[in-house]
């Protein structure tokens, strides 16, 4: 397997993260899925910084992001398959 563009540690997950730098819109990148060894595909929407998130699927507005198995947040803008997830569309729970 090539290296990966964006991980993902759980089946469950909404978002992956970007560990490459230069992603760019229009890209199709490919993830590693750990639970399970297996490879997806997703076309970024927008260019994504390293360490920044993609989506998996489309998150509604108000979902529960899931990042490596656990909550991060929740979601206030809703986001397509593809998009870009950070600190504009998540939010903490915790205020």
């Known amino acids: 397997m090539a290296a990966p563009h964006f991980l993902v540690h759980e089946k469950k997950d909404s978002v992956g993260v970007v560990v490459v730098e230069g992603v760019k ?3 199709v990148l490919t993830g590693w899925v750990m639970q399970g060894n297996k490879t997806i ?7 994504i910084p390293i360490g920044h998130k993609i989506a998996l699927g489309p998150i509604p507005n108000g979902d529960t992001i899931i990042k490596y198995g656990h909550d991060i947040g929740k979601c206030v803008a809703a986001v397509k398959k593809g998009g870009h997830v950070h600190t504009h569309n998540l939010k903490t729970k915790r205020w």
């Open 25 to 27: 819109k229009d890209q």
């Open 41 to 47: 595909k997703v076309k970024c929407l927008s260019k």
